[in-house]
């Protein structure tokens, strides 16, 4: 209805011989104010040269209300025109939900796009703590959003399995594995503290004795070993969130595959990487930069930035049509660096979408929770969600805007009452759910959403808690397709909700088994749409909808 009615009204504007603008709508925070209003009178009221009022009145004059449904237009304030749909129309359009059921929300926005989103690529060398949830919660609603407006979504995960981190780690086992062996051997100072290295040693000396006590000076047997292991340690707790990935790409590959030297080839055959002091740079000035950077050391040693721009350029010799990153804050300084090597290189960097996320805190409650424990042993994400469950840290880890900073209060999270927002919305499915239960055990037939939506007579449904309901019900797929353009699943919560509220609001005023059959029927019909609505949206969140609570 929005689509036909913004097509009606550039047309009445063409008519009008007025200029072509950008019509948008917003829903009125005034519930008096309508369904719909626009401010394209005040838009054009300087072009046109006339007041905005005047405007508005042009436009409307030319407007049919009953060829989309509308009960009433009005202009309201300096010049906004409301729209307001008339009940039944709502109703009508609300059998779509039962027809398309699991489907509803399903767009086709992105049809055709090959999407690749890269997330979570923290390095194999400890588990997952409890910090990284935001990121990979953020990374799989994104992705599954893309995913409900059409986009061919490839989900990568990238990683560096070489290097001195990784050295480290086979040093700091190999260290535990001494000291379990009952040896005075020293942990260095840089040496990964956390009881994982421990775990891990204990493991290498219960299958190995004290065979690998004199071993080479690479320990590379301890590195590869502490790398599967946490590698295997970070995909079950990615696992236990529903979080799975297509690829992952390892870093180390664009060095053995020549994919580095290329591209600093392509950037001296461009003109843009020169020597001095020793080191290669790159004329990151030429794209607005302040300074050159340096890609390549005096060691020989690549900086950060070399291997990420190889990487972009590979995705987009892959194929995708939109590449999303999605980094914590403390990458928010190298991204103009990568992003100005791959514009070098000669892709569109529009094409790249980098989602930032502020720092996570936790608290109990009242009481700031620092996430660690003695000695050194990080509070893993595999802890909270043992403390607070899997729908919880899928729900709290993208309740707020990526941009913002986030305080996840695991008291609230562990709370069975209206305070927590997942148990209230899922609370608001459970209840449906023993609704129409009830209302078989009542000896109403049962029925598929299909055949409700064929055999209800909705003439019924014009309360106001209903239609409010049902109009609130018809915004899930246009809410689905926003936060997908957006890259912001927060405002799904939002949206959900308010949807929970909303069905609640009509259930107090409305009783559903009740004494008149069609009029039952038609409220069970209500219900069916509002648990097909959170149940879809539950599902691009990754969360659960109990039959039961």
């Not at 689509?3 to 504007?13: E, G, M, Q, Y």
């Not at 049902?470 to 939002?494: G, I, M, N, Y």
Request: charged share 25%; hydrophobic share 40%.
């Amino acid at each position: 209805m929005k689509d036909a009615l913004r097509s009606r009204l550039t047309d009445i504007l063409r008519e009008l011989h007025y200029p072509s603008v950008d019509i948008s709508f917003e829903r009125p925070k005034v519930e008096a104010h309508g369904d719909l209003t626009t401010n394209v009178a005040m838009m054009l009221a300087k072009p046109v040269g006339k007041n905005p009022r005047q405007v508005a009145q042009s436009i409307v004059d030319k407007l049919d209300p009953s060829a989309f449904r509308l009960s009433k237009v009005e202009i309201a304030g300096p010049g906004f025109i409301n729209f307001t749909f008339d009940g039944a129309s709502v109703v009508e359009r609300a059998k779509e939900i039962l027809v398309r059921g699991a489907a509803f929300g399903r767009t086709e926005a992105g049809k055709g796009r090959k999407t690749n989103v890269e997330w979570v690529s923290a390095n194999p060398t400890g588990p997952l703590h409890s910090g990284h949830g935001r990121q990979v919660v953020l990374g799989k609603a994104v992705a599954s959003l893309l995913e409900w407006t059409g986009h061919d979504v490839t989900k990568e995960y990238y990683f560096n399995n070489a290097g001195n981190q990784m050295r480290t780690l086979g040093e700091s086992i190999y260290a535990r594995y001494r000291q379990q062996l009952g040896d005075d051997y020293p942990l260095a100072e840089n040496a990964y503290q956390g009881e994982y290295i421990v775990d891990i040693a204990r493991e290498i000396v219960q299958a190995n004795g004290e065979t690998l006590r004199e071993t080479d000076d690479e320990r590379s047997f301890f590195r590869k070993y502490g790398e599967e292991w946490c590698f295997k340690r970070i995909k079950e707790t990615l696992t236990r969130l529903g979080v799975r990935h297509d690829v992952f790409y390892n870093e180390d590959s664009l060095y053995a595959s020549g994919k580095i030297t290329e591209v600093i080839d392509e950037f001296r055959k461009r003109d843009l990487a020169y020597d001095s002091e020793g080191a290669v740079w790159f004329r990151a000035t030429r794209f607005g930069a302040d300074k050159d950077r340096v890609i390549v050391k005096g060691t020989g040693e690549p900086t950060y930035r070399l291997p990420d721009i190889a990487y972009h350029r590979e995705k987009f010799r892959r194929g995708f049509d939109l590449i999303v990153d999605i980094f914590g804050a403390d990458h928010i300084a190298t991204i103009p660096d990568v992003l100005n090597g791959v514009q070098a290189l000669g892709y569109e960097t529009k094409d790249v979408k980098v989602i930032i996320h502020q720092m996570v805190s936790f608290v109990n409650g009242d009481e700031v929770v620092k996430m660690s424990k003695r000695n050194a042993n990080v509070y893993t994400l595999d802890d909270l969600i043992n403390e607070v469950g899997v729908d919880a840290v899928l729900y709290f880890f993208v309740m707020r805007s990526a941009g913002t900073h986030l305080e996840f209060d695991i008291a609230l999270a562990k709370e069975q009452s209206d305070k927590n927002p997942v148990y209230y919305l899922q609370y608001a499915h459970a209840r449906i759910a023993s609704i129409l239960r009830h209302a078989v055990q009542s000896g109403v037939p049962a029925a598929d959403a299909a055949a409700l939506a064929a055999t209800t007579d909705f003439s019924l449904i014009g309360a106001k808690e209903e239609l409010d309901l049902l109009k609130k019900l018809l915004e899930f797929p246009e809410t689905v397709e926003s936060c997908a353009l957006s890259f912001e699943p927060h405002r799904l919560t939002t949206y959900l909700r308010e949807v929970a509220e909303s069905f609640h609001r009509f259930y107090h005023e409305h009783r559903v088994i009740n004494d008149d059959p069609k009029l039952m029927q038609a409220r069970l019909a209500v219900c069916t749409m509002a648990k097909t609505v959170i149940a879809n949206g539950c599902t691009i969140l990754g969360v659960s909808c109990p039959e039961k609570m």
